[in-house]
């Protein structure tokens, strides 16, 4: 499985951008996918996922209300809109995924996108 990450730019604080995640090698929907971020100086933590094949989804406290995961099958895309960014949202947002069920767990995931950069300016 290859995933690839892309979307990234920058912003002012209250824009929006859409991440997309494409994977190839085995159906989306067979993966439970997730997205991770990580800012400068920090560790790297959980930010949204999408389980396999019946879709529950998870957020972080911190964008839960401002960030939607999706998942398009047959683009084999799962994509994270993130609405009225932050500042405090930036940081380099990794895709993960995994054959098993969703966890919040970085070491869980087996597979993962190259990171695309979000930067938010105040």
């Known amino acids: 499985v290859q995933l690839q990450a892309s979307g990234g730019g920058l912003v002012q604080a209250g824009d929006s951008l859409k991440l997309a995640c494409a994977s190839s090698g085995r159906p989306s929907s067979s993966l439970s996918t997730a997205w991770f971020r990580q800012a400068p100086g920090k560790e790297r933590e959980y930010v949204a996922g999408?389980?396999?094949?019946?879709?529950?989804?998870k957020y972080a406290d911190s964008v839960n209300g401002r960030f939607t995961i999706s998942r398009d099958n047959a683009k084999n895309t799962v994509y994270l809109q993130m609405n009225n960014l932050k500042p405090e949202d930036t940081a380099v947002y990794y895709c993960?995924?995994?054959?098993?069920?969703?966890?919040?767990?970085?070491?869980?995931?087996?597979?993962w996108g190259q990171g695309t950069l979000v930067t938010v300016s105040s």
């Open positions: 999408i389980s396999r094949s019946v879709d529950y989804t």
């Open positions: 993960a995924a995994r054959s098993g069920g969703w966890t919040f767990r970085a070491s869980a995931y087996d597979y």
